[in-house]
């Protein structure tokens, strides 16, 4: 180890609060040159390297910081980009702090390298520099004569499918939406995460030659089997996980109460923050109750803010340590003047004669023993009643799979919640020619699990592709 | 892109477009729909599928609105962005013996490939079709060739009987007995099929027509109250049992977005003077 440690770690730029919380611009700024330059010189080049532990798709992570270091971002971009198809969207949207940050050896100083801002500067250098990675062109797709198919572009169909093309296979990705990307492009939020970016990704895959179809609803336009009959040899289902959860509680069909899922698609997927140059409609209004403590609930509330409501509150039934979000996240929010009503739990919504929900009534929590979950118990606290005044409720209790693809496919063995029985290593279901990955098989996790996921079964296709 | 193969203006504000779209062809069923987006700023709308041949889809609608009043300034040659389906259950149909089909305004149009269904499923199919007056109305002939009887209505008496179509439907009932009713049209015309059959007790289908987002149960805009559950009538229907049905609740929320949506057309009609 070199003689003196570096242990300040070279902060990232942010837009100021007050301003950004009426503009649907990036929030995180990105590195400069010589932000990046010094954040790199920190990494002490371990020989054991165990950031690579922490990271899902195996970046070679100190090497790509060393080649930053060396100021050279045409090798950085190349190795990033031959283990990450994503690298830009990664970047900005993994939760460093438990994957690969918190392996770094110099987290436990309190001061890991900034591994996914590195990332994010390096991947953004790449775009750039679109000549870098248009070294390719000319080069002939499809050596492989066989064709597969992959359900859903989300991260783990993105992923999955650049791999495969990469190895020569002819890959047709098919999307039920009008736009490839999945939560990248409907859920998180263009402040967090640019759709520009997203695009740029999802290029960067087509430019292997993989085949993006949209507007084809598996299950409906045609089935898992039927693409399989077609010529297909192999399917990898990653249909995400994207039905919303409700509350279940009286009022909650009034007009002004959204899903997550819903407010979120049509202010990103739909652009109704650009209403009315874009057709789609939103109804923010001026007081937003969002009720859940997730980073879905921290982005909901944030772009209803964006859309102009004064007071947007999230509602939480436990205490802000329970509260799944990142911290970043909720500090992202605190900042933005989001306000947090923790231990409280919705009753039931109130609502005018024309349907249209005019209040909520909650009440108080305290926190009682632990659960199966670890976490404190919240339990009722009687008499604490209270009503709210609101215009808008968002419900951000997560998602569960979508039984359109499960459900239609042939023989497939699924779990209690609806998920697609799925061997971890390799990504194979009960059934020889079709693999699964992301959040149909876990549940809603991350980006970069499921791009794990995605890599995995692209290694176990070929081998099976290649032995059969 | 989806082509627009041919365009027949049906009745005063109503049009049929056939777009090509071979593979939602082939699964088509009666009681399924399709979304579309015109163009890269569209909104995602839903359409019920009118028809279909081998390559093509037959989508017919009504202007209401921004979006509609767009979908009409196109023709054939022109193409839509973005046509997905075919979504939502199938109607379910079988070989039940005396049917009332009932299709209110633009709603003839849905009931037209399920009177067809129940006719081939040798049903003594009972067509009642109606419309506020004489322009609106359309597709008579292709309603008769797959009734066995057929009643015509409009609320003015400008064609037909001047009736609505509630009271056909009763006297029907009436004179014999049914064993199954579908009803396709506006909400409120829905609601009264339901109050009007329910004395007899006949199950009776209605396809419901919520505001829609995706179309694939991914966002929970197009929930309905269907015997105290609520359900989502993008994949769990559009039909349901129009005695379990919340119609209140529904035509609420299909008033959720009335200022945006007048401003919305206002804006366009300010861009495009129509002539
Ligand atoms: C609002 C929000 C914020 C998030 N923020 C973060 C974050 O900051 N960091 C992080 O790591 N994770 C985050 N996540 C979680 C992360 O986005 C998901 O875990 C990840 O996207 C899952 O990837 P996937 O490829 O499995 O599925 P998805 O991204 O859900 O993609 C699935 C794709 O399949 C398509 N599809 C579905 N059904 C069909 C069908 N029948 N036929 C064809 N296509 C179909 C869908 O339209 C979609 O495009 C967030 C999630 C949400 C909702
Ligand atoms: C399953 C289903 C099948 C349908 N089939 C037909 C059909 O065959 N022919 C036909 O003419 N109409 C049909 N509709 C209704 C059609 O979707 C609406 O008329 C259309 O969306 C109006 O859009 P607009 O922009 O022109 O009008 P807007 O001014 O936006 O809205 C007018 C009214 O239409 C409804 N509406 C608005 N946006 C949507 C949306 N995204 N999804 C659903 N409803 C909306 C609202 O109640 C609104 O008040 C169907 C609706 C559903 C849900
Ligand atoms: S992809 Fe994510 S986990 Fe892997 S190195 Fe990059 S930021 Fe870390
Ligand atoms: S563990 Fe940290 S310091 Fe060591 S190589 Fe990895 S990033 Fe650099
Ligand atoms: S339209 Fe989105 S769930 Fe039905």
Redesign the interface.
Known sequence: MPEKLNLNRVPMPRQDPKVRRGNFDEVALGYTEEQALEEAGRCIQCKKPSCKEGCPVNVDIPEFINAVRENNMREAVKILQSKNSLPAICGRVCPQETQCEVKCNLAKKGAPIAIGRLERYVADWGRAHPEVTAEREGQSFSIVDKKVAVVGSGPAGLTCACDLAKLGYAVTIFE???IAGGVLMYGIPEFRLPKEIVQSEVDYVKSWGVDIK????IG???TADEILGNGFEAVFLAPGA???M?LGIPG?????I??A??FL??TNL??AYL???????I?AGKRVAVFGGGNVAMDAARCALRLGASEVNIIYRRSKIEMPARAEERENAEEEGIIFRLLTNPLRFIGDD???VVAVECYEMELGEPDESGRRRPIRKPGTEFVTEIDTAIIALGTRP???VPSTTSRLKLTKWGTIITDEATGRTSRDEIWCGGDMATGAATVISAMGAGKRAAVSIDSYLKSG | MYSITSREDLASGIYLFKVEAE??AK?AKPGQFIIL?MDD????IPLTIADWDEKTVTIVFMEVG??TQKLATLSAGDSI???????GQPTEIESFGRVIVVGGGVGIAPIFPLARELKRKRNTVISIIGSRNKDLLFWEDKMRSVSDEIIVTTDDGSYGRKALVTQPLKEILEREKIQRVFAVGPVIMMKFCAATTKPFDVKTMVSLNPIM??G??????C???VGGE?KFAC?DGPDFDAYLVDF??LM??Q???LD??K??LE?WEKSCPKS
């Not at chain 1, 909650?252 to 002004?256: D, Q, R, T, V, Y």
């Not at chain 2, 700023?41 to 995602?44: I, L, P, Q, S, T």
């Not at chain 2, 962005?81 to 979504?87: E, I, M, R, T």
């Open positions: 039920a939406l009008h949209l507007n084809q609803v409906k336009t045609k994207g039905a919303p409700f909650e069909n009034l007009s002004g959204y899903s899922n819903e698609t049509r739909m652009k209403f009315p140059e874009y057709d789609t409609p109804k024309q349907g249209r979508n039984p359109i | 593979d939602i699964k987006r700023k569209g909104e995602r921004k979006t962005a973005d046509f997905v389906g075919p979504l987002v995706d694939t149960g991914m966002c929970g805009c929930r309905v109250e609520t994949v209140d609740l609420m929320r008033r959720a977005y945006e949506e401003k919305a804006m």
